[in-house]
């Protein structure tokens, strides 16, 4: 018997319009597995997460009472004309999952606070509740005169209260101290009013030589060098303290406090690129003498359960910690024991299992942090929910990738929707249902090209069906190295004691499973040398107005062409300066803020959203006013810049970069926050090309790459090699090995099963010797 319930079978997309999309419209099958192809920049993300995913959050939302609605992010609705039969939807990203310093693999899971728990009840000798075994909470303690109200009349008590945290004290939970070296925070021989602090962004033209001056605490123009011990301690080390400048109240702070503040209570890594390399130059970091690293108080390390500390279990590999949790024979906490079991089991599961529970979040990849999102849903009772996954195949070897396509697949079977952002062939080929998007990028896409089964568009003739079977071949010949960088020793995280020579002036791909120690040895013992350039995912630092123009240093030679052919200054040229339209400040929206309803941007009616002043846009270059430049892609722009009427030379060798990329469909005033992993570091690595390194060092470059683009990106590593440069590739694409000069293959697994070189030679040799799995599934690749 069917009932009307069982029609609504289908998500119905019409009209759909976000970004480049073109009045697209789709039906896709509920409680099936579809996959979203085509090439980089053709929609795919605009449909499934731009639209799909984020209206089902908005109408979510939108189900929570005003006051709930007032503390969320507020979500516009897309521009679609019907969504229909939407679920609950689940996105898994490739976000990073934030750089605080004391956030971990086991806080971001929680799989700390089950832990804390266990210990806190079956811990010997005990030491108090779950806080006690907790490094992000400190112990505090209390107490003084109360004065209450009983019965009409007033009542005085002595009160106290005492929290025991687990955080040790020296460290504040982070398990480092931090020591500084005074000759890189001030020059001795200088005044302040000469300058004197190296600290970025401390000019003694703005607030702070105001606040310095209206300190009263030193005389600023004599020599730092003279300053008696008490002038010396108040510009380090005074504690905050409030002072009155031209009548304002302000605060003073020395300059170690203020840096602690604000410069140390962020993750090194998620640091701006000039903060990041002040902070490593003026500031030693060592692990913690009271805690030796664990973060916690003695007392949390001293209590344990079967000879372990909780410290220690946290240092433990994952797959290793499951067996241990599966040890603990006591009734009482068996509830707690299985749930912990059940934790641990899905990380295994999803190929994790070689990480511990102290490894901070700010080092995993992006590939890692999307996975440990998959985990808290691997054993979820929910059915009938939308799952929204972004290139899930990211950081997985070959062999990875059956483990995760037997996950995606489980959640298929639970009665779940499973949408997959995806470029590799072996997890197009488990789709039920495929949607292919292009025919090409940015405004040359944007529409459906194909809709039906994997055989469907195999035969299909769309440029992902043309080269969904595409095998790279291995080179004829190999180029021969002209040196070697030497690493001898290497032992960070799992490597054993490695020595390897990477070779110079060739194509070196460094291969192995997730979790191998490829990203050690590579970023630990090569990344840091003078003359390497490493070019990684993570994420670029700037405000909504940073966009490909302003950050590769486009906009800079196209500003100053404006300014020489109209005979004014090149700042009129920005929308971030003189040029900016006085209503939207340059923005090219104007905000309002509509308390606990969504805040509306709309389109600023002077400007018309093109940013700049009326004025400005009378200036042409080429037949273009500067807003059409910033509307144009990286390839019309090319045109544009290398024509007679508008030619700019140095516009064009940017501009060549990035289209050598494979971002020539980008725009250049689209904000860089909408760029994806494997874009951000395309457009680092267009950046960095013209300058002085020797050595590039890329992790995965592939990422984000259709399977058409992956040949250009090939054919740019060459140029490089060609023109004299060494480049290291972290790589799992096996075309990318097929490619390559030299291999060296980590493994023989992940974690403490890892850290050893297999393999070193060339990829014909590691296809004949195909005894790794990298060898294996090479072999099988290219179809020898």
Same mark, same amino acid.
């Given at each position: 018997?069917?009932?009307?319930?069982?029609?609504?079978?289908?998500?119905?997309?019409?009209?759909?319009?976000?970004?480049?999309?073109?009045?697209?419209?789709?039906?896709?099958?509920? !409680?099936?597995?579809?996959?979203?192809?085509?090439?980089?920049?053709?929609?795919?993300?605009? &449909?499934?997460?731009?639209?799909?995913?984020?209206?089902?959050?908005?109408?979510?939302?939108?189900?929570?009472?005003?006051?709930?609605?007032?503390?969320?992010?507020?979500?516009?609705?897309?521009?679609?004309?019907?969504?229909?039969?939407?679920?609950?939807?689940?996105?898994?990203?490739?976000?990073?999952?934030?750089?605080?310093?004391?956030?971990?693999?086991?806080?971001?899971?929680?799989?700390?606070?089950?832990?804390?728990?266990?210990?806190?009840?079956?811990?010997?000798?005990?030491?108090?509740?779950?806080?006690?075994?907790?490094?992000?909470?400190?112990?505090?303690?209390?107490?003084?005169?109360?004065?209450?109200?009983?019965?009409?009349?007033?009542?005085?008590?002595?009160?106290?209260?005492?929290?025991?945290?687990?955080?040790?004290?020296?460290?504040?939970?982070?398990?480092?101290?931090?020591?500084?070296?005074?000759?890189?925070?001030?020059?001795?021989?200088?005044?302040?009013?000469?300058?004197?602090?190296?600290?970025?962004?401390?000019?003694?033209? +703005?607030?702070?030589? !105001?606040?310095?001056?209206?300190?009263?605490?030193?005389?600023?123009?004599?020599?730092?060098?003279?300053?008696?011990?008490?002038?010396?301690?108040?510009?380090?080390?005074?504690?905050?303290?409030?002072?009155?400048?031209?009548?304002?109240?302000?605060?003073?702070?020395?300059?170690?406090?203020?840096?602690?503040?604000?410069?140390?209570?962020?993750?090194?890594?998620?640091?701006?690129?000039?903060?990041?390399?002040?902070?490593?130059?003026?500031?030693?970091?060592?692990?913690?003498?009271?805690?030796?690293?664990?973060?916690?108080?003695?007392?949390?390390?001293?209590?344990?359960?079967?000879?372990?500390?909780?410290?220690?279990?946290?240092?433990?590999?994952?797959?290793?910690?499951?067996?241990?949790?599966?040890?603990?024979?006591?009734?009482?906490?068996?509830?707690?024991?299985?749930?912990?079991?059940?934790?641990?089991?899905?990380?295994?599961?999803?190929?994790?299992?070689?990480?511990?529970?102290?490894?901070?979040?700010? /080092?995993?990849?992006?590939?890692?942090?999307?996975?440990?999102?998959?985990?808290?849903?691997?054993?979820?009772?929910?059915?009938?929910?939308?799952?929204?996954?972004?290139?899930?195949?990211?950081?997985?070897?070959?062999?990875?990738?059956?483990?995760?396509?037997?996950?995606?697949?489980?959640?298929?079977?639970?009665?779940?929707?499973? &949408?997959?952002?995806?470029?590799?062939?072996?997890?197009?080929?488990?789709?039920?249902?495929?949607?292919?998007?292009?025919?090409?990028?940015?405004?040359?896409?944007?529409?459906?090209?194909?809709?039906?089964?994997?055989?469907?568009? !195999?035969?299909?003739?769309?440029?992902?069906? !043309?080269?969904?079977?595409?095998?790279?071949?291995?080179?004829?010949?190999?180029?021969?190295?002209?040196?070697?960088?030497?690493?001898?020793?290497?032992?960070?995280?799992?490597?054993?004691?490695?020595?390897?020579?990477?070779?110079? +002036?060739?194509?070196?791909?460094?291969?192995?499973?997730?979790?191998?120690?490829?990203?050690?040895?590579?970023?630990?013992?090569?990344?840091?040398?003078?003359?390497?350039?490493?070019?990684?995912?993570?994420?670029?630092?700037?405000?909504?107005?940073?966009?490909?123009?302003?950050?590769?240093?486009?906009?800079?030679?196209?500003?100053?062409?404006?300014?020489?052919?109209?005979?004014?200054?090149?700042?009129?040229?920005?929308?971030?300066?003189?040029?900016?339209?006085?209503?939207?400040?340059?923005?090219?929206?104007?905000?309002?803020?509509?308390?606990?309803?969504?805040?509306?941007?709309?389109?600023?009616?002077?400007?018309?959203?093109?940013?700049?002043?009326?004025?400005?846009?009378?200036?042409?270059?080429?037949?273009?006013?500067?807003?059409?430049?910033?509307?144009?892609?990286?390839?019309?722009?090319?045109?544009?810049?290398?024509?007679?009427?508008?030619?700019?030379?140095?516009?064009?060798?940017?501009?060549?970069?990035?289209?050598?990329?494979?971002?020539?469909?980008?725009? &250049?005033?689209?904000? &860089?926050?909408?760029?994806?992993?494997?874009?951000?570091?395309?457009?680092?690595?267009?950046?960095?090309?013209?300058?002085?390194?020797?050595?590039?060092?890329?992790?995965?470059?592939?990422?984000?790459?259709?399977?058409?683009?992956?040949?250009?990106?090939?054919?740019?590593?060459?140029?490089?090699?060609?023109?004299?440069?060494?480049?290291?590739?972290?790589?799992?694409?096996?075309?990318?090995?097929?490619?390559?000069?030299?291999?060296?293959?980590?493994?023989?697994?992940?974690?403490?099963?890892?850290?050893?070189?297999?393999?070193?030679?060339?990829?014909?040799?590691?296809?004949?010797?195909?005894? /790794?799995?990298?060898?294996?599934?090479?072999?099988?690749?290219?179809?020898?």
């Amino acid at each position: 018997m069917t009932t009307p319930a069982d029609s609504h079978d289908l998500i119905r997309v019409e009209g759909a319009r976000e970004n480049n999309l073109k009045d697209v419209s789709v039906e896709l099958p509920k !409680r099936r597995l579809t996959v979203f192809t085509g090439v980089s920049g053709s929609g795919k993300s605009s &449909l499934v997460f731009a639209t799909i995913a984020a209206e089902s959050q908005r109408m979510i939302n939108e189900t929570y009472s005003a006051f709930l609605q007032g503390m969320m992010p507020s979500l516009g609705r897309p521009d679609v004309d019907v969504l229909e039969g939407l679920t609950t939807a689940i996105v898994v990203d490739q976000d990073p999952m934030g750089a605080n310093p004391r956030s971990t693999v086991g806080t971001a899971t929680d799989v700390n606070a089950t832990l804390r728990i266990l210990f806190s009840k079956l811990g010997d000798p005990w030491i108090g509740g779950p806080k006690a075994f907790a490094f992000n909470i400190p112990s505090v303690s209390g107490g003084g005169a109360v004065t209450t109200t009983k019965g009409g009349r007033q009542v005085k008590e002595r009160k106290s209260f005492s929290i025991t945290g687990g955080m040790c004290p020296r460290c504040e939970g982070t398990g480092k101290v931090s020591d500084f070296d005074l000759d890189e925070l001030y020059d001795s021989e200088l005044s302040l009013a000469g300058g004197a602090i190296k600290v970025p962004g401390y000019s003694m033209d +703005g607030w702070y030589g !105001r606040i310095f001056s209206g300190s009263g605490y030193f005389d600023m123009d004599k020599p730092v060098k003279d300053f008696t011990k008490r002038e010396l301690d108040d510009l380090l080390y005074r504690e905050g303290t409030k002072i009155k400048v031209e009548g304002i109240n302000l605060t003073y702070e020395g300059l170690i406090p203020k840096i602690q503040k604000s410069m140390l209570s962020k993750d090194v890594e998620a640091m701006q690129p000039h903060i990041r390399a002040f902070v490593e130059r003026a500031i030693v970091f060592q692990t913690c003498p009271e805690c030796d690293g664990t973060r916690l108080t003695e007392g949390a390390r001293s209590s344990r359960i079967n000879g372990k500390s909780i410290a220690d279990v946290c240092q433990m590999q994952i797959s290793d910690l499951t067996e241990w949790v599966v040890s603990i024979d006591e009734p009482s906490v068996t509830p707690l024991v299985t749930q912990l079991r059940h934790q641990l089991e899905s990380f295994v599961d999803i190929g994790l299992g070689y990480l511990s529970l102290d490894r901070p979040t700010g /080092t995993l990849s992006g590939g890692e942090a999307q996975r440990i999102k998959m985990i808290r849903h691997l054993g979820s009772a929910l059915t009938d929910v939308t799952y929204v996954f972004d290139e899930p195949s990211i950081g997985l070897h070959p062999h990875d990738i059956q483990r995760m396509n037997r996950l995606l697949l489980q959640l298929r079977d639970k009665g779940n929707t499973v &949408l997959v952002v995806e470029h590799k062939p072996e997890m197009i080929a488990i789709a039920d249902h495929v949607v292919d998007l292009g025919p090409r990028a940015g405004s040359k896409g944007g529409e459906i090209c194909f809709e039906g089964t994997v055989d469907g568009l !195999r035969v299909s003739h769309t440029l992902t069906g !043309r080269h969904l079977d595409d095998r790279a071949q291995l080179k004829p010949s190999v180029r021969t190295a002209t040196g070697a960088l030497e690493i001898r020793g290497a032992s960070e995280n799992n490597l054993k004691a490695v020595d390897v020579d990477i070779p110079t +002036g060739v194509l070196t791909v460094v291969t192995g499973v997730a979790g191998s120690g490829k990203s050690s040895l590579i970023h630990g013992h090569v990344s840091g040398r003078d003359g390497v350039i490493a070019v990684d995912q993570s994420a670029i630092k700037g405000s909504r107005r940073s966009n490909p123009a302003t950050y590769t240093g486009l906009l800079e030679p196209i500003r100053k062409a404006f300014a020489k052919a109209s005979g004014v200054k090149p700042a009129l040229f920005s929308p971030n300066s003189e040029g900016a339209c006085p209503t939207c400040k340059g923005a090219g929206v104007i905000f309002t803020e509509l308390g606990f309803m969504n805040t509306v941007s709309n389109v600023c009616e002077d400007c018309e959203g093109r940013r700049f002043d009326s004025a400005v846009l009378e200036y042409t270059l080429g037949g273009k006013d500067i807003a059409e430049v910033l509307q144009m892609s990286v390839d019309d722009a090319l045109a544009h810049f290398s024509s007679s009427e508008a030619k700019v030379p140095a516009a064009v060798k940017i501009l060549k970069n990035l289209t050598d990329v494979g971002l020539g469909y980008l725009t &250049l005033g689209q904000p &860089l926050t909408a760029l994806s992993g494997g874009e951000r570091q395309r457009i680092k690595l267009a950046t960095q090309m013209a300058g002085k390194g020797e050595v590039y060092v890329l992790d995965e470059p592939t990422t984000g790459l259709h399977l058409a683009d992956v040949e250009q990106l090939l054919g740019l590593l060459d140029q490089l090699v060609d023109s004299g440069k060494t480049v290291i590739v972290i790589e799992h694409h096996q075309a990318v090995m097929a490619h390559a000069d030299w291999v060296i293959d980590l493994g023989p697994g992940a974690g403490h099963d890892g850290g050893r070189v297999v393999f070193e030679g060339t990829p014909a040799d590691l296809v004949a010797d195909a005894s /790794t799995l990298t060898g294996q599934h090479l072999k099988e690749y290219i179809g020898a």
